[in-house]
C-alpha cells in the first residue's frame, strides 16, 4: 500500500507544490509507493493522523504523533541525496 | 531550463537590477508596485507579502554562500502569475523559512504571483531549478541589463 506523506509549507501554494512533485520522482526511482497531500504548516496538527511521514519546508509544532522532517534541501539542492535517503528509511521502516 | 517558461512569467516591469534598499520590506513594496502597475497583482499583495514574510519567512540560504528570498502570499490578491526579480545593490537580512529565528543576508529576490498550483508548477520547477545552481545565481546577481539577466536565467539547466 502506498505510504501517505503530509507536505507542508506556509501557504500550501509555491513550495510545497515543488516539494511534492520532487518526493513522488525521488520515491518512485526508489520503487517506494507514495502518495503526497499539500498542506499548510498550521493546518499539520488536523491531516497529521492519516500520514505516515511530514516533510516541511517551514517549522512544525513539537508534539505531532508521527515522524516529521524539516527541510529545505529540495529548494537549494543542499543535503538532498541524505534527504532523500532519510526519507525511504522512513517509509521503508 | 526552457527560457520560454519564463519568457512567459516574469513581468519586464518588474526586473530591478541593483535596487538599493535597506529592509525586506522595502524590496518588496518596490517589486509588488512593479507588479501592481503592471496589473499582475492587487492593490492589496504588498500588504499581504509582508505579513506573511513576518510569520513564515522565505528566506533560502543556497551552495557557496549565497542566498535569497521567495516572498509571495495567498493566491485572492493576485490576478494573474508573474515573477518580479530584483539584484540588490547591498544583501539585504530575510529570515531563514526553515528557522523563522535565523537571518540570512540576501543578494536577490523573486517575488512571485501565484493563483493556481497545478497551473504554476513548471514555473515554480523553473525558479528552484535556478536557485540550485550557484553559477547561475552569481551570473543574475552581476547582470546589469535587462538582457544579462534574462541570458543568465536561460542557462539554468532543467
Known amino acids: 500500500m502506498a505510504k501517505h506523506i503530509l507536505v507542508a509549507c506556509g501557504t500550501a501554494v509555491a513550495t510545497s507544490t515543488v516539494v511534492c512533485m520532487a518526493i513522488e520522482e525521488a520515491m518512485k526511482e526508489k520503487g517506494i509507493m507514495v502518495s503526497t497531500q499539500q498542506c499548510k504548516a ?21 508534539d505531532l504523533p508521527k515522524p516529521s522532517i524539516v527541510t529545505l534541501a529540495f529548494l537549494t539542492g543542499i543535503g ?7 526519507i525511504a528509511d522512513h517509509l521503508r521502516s | 531550463m526552457s527560457s520560454s517558461i519564463l519568457a512567459k512569467y516574469l513581468v519586464p516591469q518588474a526586473i530591478c537590477l541593483r535596487t538599493p534598499a535597506a529592509t525586506a520590506e522595502e524590496v518588496i513594496q518596490r517589486l509588488s508596485s512593479k507588479m501592481e502597475e503592471a496589473q499582475v497583482v492587487k492593490p492589496s499583495y504588498c500588504e499581504a507579502v509582508i505579513a506573511r514574510e513576518k510569520i513564515m519567512p522565505t528566506g ?99
Open chain 1, 42 to 62: 498550521t493546518e499539520v496538527p488536523s491531516l497529521v493522523e492519516n500520514a505516515d511521514l511530514v516533510v516541511s519546508t517551514t517549522p512544525l509544532p513539537d
Open chain 1, 80 to 86: 538532498k541525496d541524505e534527504i532523500i535517503e532519510k
Open chain 2, 60 to 158: 533560502l540560504p543556497l551552495l557557496e554562500g549565497l542566498a535569497v528570498a521567495v516572498p509571495h502570499t495567498d493566491p485572492e490578491h493576485v490576478l494573474k502569475p508573474g515573477i518580479g526579480v530584483a539584484t540588490l545593490e547591498t544583501p539585504v537580512e530575510f529570515s531563514s523559512m526553515e528557522d523563522p529565528d535565523e537571518k540570512i543576508a540576501v543578494q536577490l529576490v523573486f517575488v512571485l504571483a501565484l493563483l493556481d498550483k497545478h497551473e504554476q508548477i513548471e514555473m515554480l520547477q523553473t525558479i528552484m531549478a535556478v536557485l540550485q545552481e550557484p553559477a547561475v545565481i552569481r551570473e543574475i546577481i552581476n547582470a546589469d541589463s535587462h538582457e544579462a539577466l534574462l541570458a543568465a536565467l536561460g542557462k539554468a539547466s532543467q
